[in-house]
């Protein structure tokens, strides 16, 4: 089992930047691979990156690259989601998810977090 708690989420200017944290626990190793997945009100789940806990393996979202930066901190059991240039339509609830590698695909990850709120006004 693998147990995961985001935070970090919150209000923040158009332009502002944020960082999230996926604070793992559990047989944590157990799956290579750390998601982070949004949510906005009415509209599906969209995938927005991905890493290994070896950091070898990096996956974007087209409409975060550059922006976004994902990293890891294997000491600290912990993936970071370091969000810059953030726009009105990154708002959403934001999900960390472990799995077996880095995928855009939910169905591929095995534990999800409970979310937390990402708001960017305008």
């Known amino acids: 089992q693998v147990q995961l708690v985001e935070s970090g989420g919150g209000l923040v200017q158009a332009g502002g930047s944020l960082r999230l944290s996926c604070a793992a626990s559990g047989r944590t190793f157990s799956r290579n691979a750390v998601g982070w997945f949004r949510q906005a009100p009415g509209k599906e789940r969209e995938f927005v990156a991905a890493i290994t806990w070896s950091g070898a393996s990096t996956l974007y979202a087209d409409s975060v690259k550059g922006r976004f930066t994902i990293s890891r901190d294997n000491a600290k059991n912990t993936v970071y989601l370091q969000m810059n240039s953030l726009k009105p339509e990154d708002t959403g609830v934001y999900y960390c998810?472990?799995?077996?590698?880095?995928?855009?695909?939910?169905?591929?990850?095995?534990?999800w977090g409970q979310g937390t709120q990402v708001t960017v006004s305008s």
């Open positions: 998810a472990a799995g077996v590698v880095t995928s855009a695909t939910p169905r591929l990850y095995d534990y």
